[in-house]
DNA sequence: CACCCAAACTTTTTT
DNA sequence: AGTTTGGGTG
């Protein structure tokens, strides 16, 4: 029954391995090693599918992916593989609803809000995004006294890369400090009171930031009665994208499912590039190792993706490590363009090269969406965004600023959590602020009041401040109070919440009219949920990938180009790419020149965008590149030299052109050459 | 105490 | 270029 045409060899031995059958129903411990484009996705459908219909329960197992955007196209093509497999059979077909699959963030909260009263939690608590966290870093940095300091105390940011990486790396400040912040190092002691202070201030206001989601996760799979009846729960468990996971994620995983029984990682440690959020490639290496007998492991090496020629460049570029890669990828394809490395002049080159061979692919035949230009750092594309506006070329960006980032949208978001969570002290704050006539110390005043008084909004109404503010809390604080208690509709909360928002709106923002429409998309996706606190967990932990992304995106079936960044980029493929600013100081980034590990990671990244390429592999080399950062007087370009990665045995594998074509000294027409007219004069001449 | 303006400083990738 | 800090004013 099992569809054996359309797998390998590999995938299939993946597939079938512990399965149930009549008389056996263990499935050790199993790792698969599966290389860029070597159909992982396919293999852990099919997967899934077969123990399906091998019999297992699909409320018994459990799917781990990156992103929800993975792990929702994962249960759509088991579905789809189970759906075809029994209707060959003429047996009937009802969908199979895998109801634990996500992310390990999501994961995590769901198991902790289940298990909330087992040990010690509310169960209600809201989970803090990226912002608010550092908003709240920020606060007690200043209650701290930190912010006047004779010597700059690390910024906000700054203070929560640390905090994060000593969290989900297990490291001792110090150990991070060293390492990753070296100027930092001289703050320790502060920096360690005021971690203290932020993880008080979370359990205070009942909050979880996305770090505390997998660190508490993990305290939980710690528990011997919890982490038996979690085992209990589900009977086969699948990991994706195994080497981006880090110590934590690690940890609860063997503290749920200490033998292994039914657990199934995929991964390519060659794809390992989330080292910044502590990832760890330890993890998918010494897998096997972590159980007696070792785990089974299987490798993926056929690529289905690439012609041959692209895969060479990959394959050289990861020979020349000094990791010794797993896996070499080969394919039946040989024949394709060689990759080619384009020498252009700048950025601007860069732009005008890529929009014409983007336009010249799609005249002959290939769709916008099958074409992706790729980089390192969102901001890479703003030259290129330009030119493709000013074309009319459609195009959506993946990665760099959300939706969600958006101050306005933020506002209306921070109003409705609060009106969820009362308090939720960031969220407070920030809502307040917002009114006419409140500054920090109102807002400060108004929240505690409101402490005071049991977090009862109702209370408000009696809060002693000056008269122009007191109206604008008393009305605003009437409806937190009946949304807060359900007393109007979920549907209509949020737009009840931005007829209050619209006049600030318009009062602070020349724009409004543009901003105000993004509310509405906003109360548009929120009809998608079923509750609010489902809304605001899942909003924070799955934000729209891309503003093209929202609302079930009314222009699906229009084309466009697909910028995004390498990492957003993961798991994608496309026929044509472009690669930008491949120079050394950006590939690798001068960030990561420092450390001999940091470099290999920055060698995999490069790994990652060369193998998105099925059939055309554009690597930009700019002469010079644009760069936001020095003193914004001077040239912003920087001259890049040939990237560290480009080694000569790299280049055996890459055609090298010149755009525009080098051509001796053509006419160079009347520009730059000497003046045949005084426009100065022309001009002062209107003036007499 | 809120608000406005000028000066200083910054440095990627994401759940 | 965009954010954060500091100082001055009402």
Redesign the pocket.
């Known amino acids: 029954m099992l569809d054996t045409v359309a797998l390998n060899k590999s995938q299939l031995e993946s597939v079938s391995f512990g399965a149930p059958t009549a008389n056996e129903k263990t499935h050790p411990p199993l790792l698969i090693i599966a290389g860029a484009g070597t159909g992982k996705t396919n293999t852990l459908a099919h997967k899934t599918a077969h123990l399906i219909m091998s019999g297992a329960s699909p409320e018994k197992i459990l799917l781990m992916t ?4 993975a792990s929702a196209e994962l249960a759509s093509r088991a579905n789809r593989i189970v759906e075809q497999t029994l209707r060959k059979e003429n047996k009937s077909y009802k969908p199979v609803k895998i109801e634990w699959m ?5 994961i995590a909260a769901r198991l902790l809000r289940e298990y909330a009263g087992a040990i010690g939690l509310e169960s209600d608590f809201s989970v803090m ?2 912002s608010d966290s ?1 908003d709240m870093m ?1 606060v007690l ?2 209650e701290l006294g930190y ?2 300091t004779h010597r ?7 203070c929560l ?1 640390i905090y ?1 990486r000593c969290v ?1 790396g297990q490291s001792a400040l110090q150990d991070v400090l060293d390492k ?1 912040f070296p100027y930092c190092s001289d703050w320790a002691d502060e920096l360690t009171a005021l971690f203290k202070r932020y993880t008080e201030e979370k359990l205070e206001q009942v909050c979880l930031d ?2 505390d ?2 660190l508490y996760c993990f305290h939980m799979s710690q528990v011997k009665e919890i982490a038996n009846e979690i085992r209990e729960r589900f009977d086969y468990i699948m990991v994706d994208e195994y080497q981006d996971t880090n110590v934590l994620q690690a940890g609860i995983l063997f503290g749920f499912f200490p033998d292994g029984q039914g657990l199934t990682v995929v991964g390519d440690d060659a794809q390992s ?5 502590s990832a760890n490639v330890d993890n998918i290496l010494g897998f096997p190792d972590q159980f007696t007998p070792k785990a089974k492991v299987i490798s993926l090496e056929q690529n289905y993706r690439s012609h041959q020629k692209i895969l060479d460049l990959a394959n050289t570029l990861l020979s020349e490590s000094s990791e010794g890669y797993k896996v070499a990828l080969y394919s039946d394809k040989k024949s394709g363009p060689l990759p080619k490395l384009v020498n252009i002049e700048d950025d601007r080159k860069q732009a005008e090269y890529i929009v014409e061979s983007v336009l010249a692919s799609r005249e002959a035949g290939v769709d916008l969406k099958q074409q992706a230009v790729l ?6 594309s703003d030259r290129l965004e330009l030119e493709l506006t000013r074309r009319n070329i459609p195009y959506v960006k ?3 600023l ?1 939706f969600l980032e958006a ?1 306005h949208v933020k506002d209306v978001l921070c109003m409705l959590r609060w009106a969820d969570n009362p308090k939720h002290k960031i969220s407070a704050y920030r809502v307040l ?1 917002l ?11 108004i929240f505690d009041y409101l402490t005071l008084h049991h977090f009862d909004f109702a209370a408000l109404d009696s809060v002693s401040i ?1 008269g122009e ?1 007191k109206a604008a809390v008393i009305s605003l604080a009437k409806l937190l109070h009946e949304i807060h208690h359900n007393r109007i509709d979920w549907n209509s909360q949020l737009t009840k919440l931005a007829e209050i928002y619209k006049p600030l709106l318009e009062e602070s923002y020349d724009d409004h009219f543009v901003r105000y429409g993004d509310i509405e998309q906003l109360t548009e996706i929120s009809q998608q949920y079923k509750s609010r606190e489902r809304f605001l967990t899942e909003l ?4 729209p ?1 891309s503003s093209g992304d929202l609302a079930g995106s009314p222009h699906i079936d229009d084309d466009f180009l697909i910028l ?5 980029a993961k798991g994608q493929e496309y026929k044509n790419v472009f690669l930008l600013n491949v120079a050394d100081g950006n590939f690798p ?1 001068e ?2 020149c420092g450390d001999k590990r ?1 470099i290999e ?2 060698r995999r ?1 490069l790994n990652v965008a060369l193998t998105r390429a099925k059939n055309e592999l554009h690597l930009m080399q700019p002469l010079k590149y644009w ?6 007087w001077g040239d ?1 370009h920087v001259y890049g030299g040939k990237s560290r990665f480009l080694t000569d045995q790299v280049m055996k594998c890459i055609e090298v052109i010149h755009y525009p074509r080098l051509t001796p000294n053509t006419e160079e027409s009347l520009r730059s050459t000497k003046a045949i007219a005084d426009i100065k004069k022309m001009v002062l001449g209107q003036w007499g």
């Not at 700059?152 to 700054?158: A, E, G, L, M, V």
């Not at 980089?375 to 890479?380: A, E, V």
């Not at 924070?540 to 934000?543: A, K, N, R, S």
């Not at 760069?627 to 914004?632: D, F, W």
């Open positions: 990156f992103a929800r955007r996500g992310t390990f963030h999501s995004d990226k550092a920020d940095r200043h912010s006047k700059r105390f690390p910024k906000k940011k700054t890369d994060s989900n990753h996305y770090d989601l997998l590039i989330y080292g910044f959020r980089f390192r750092s969102s901001y890479h993946h990665g760099g959300k101050a602020k009114l006419p006539g409140i500054g920090p110390k109102t807002a400060e005043k000056g503010a924070t932990l799955d934000p990938q995004s960044t390498i990492h957003s980034n960030y990561a940091a990671e920055e990244l760069v936001p950062e020095q003193q914004s912003k």
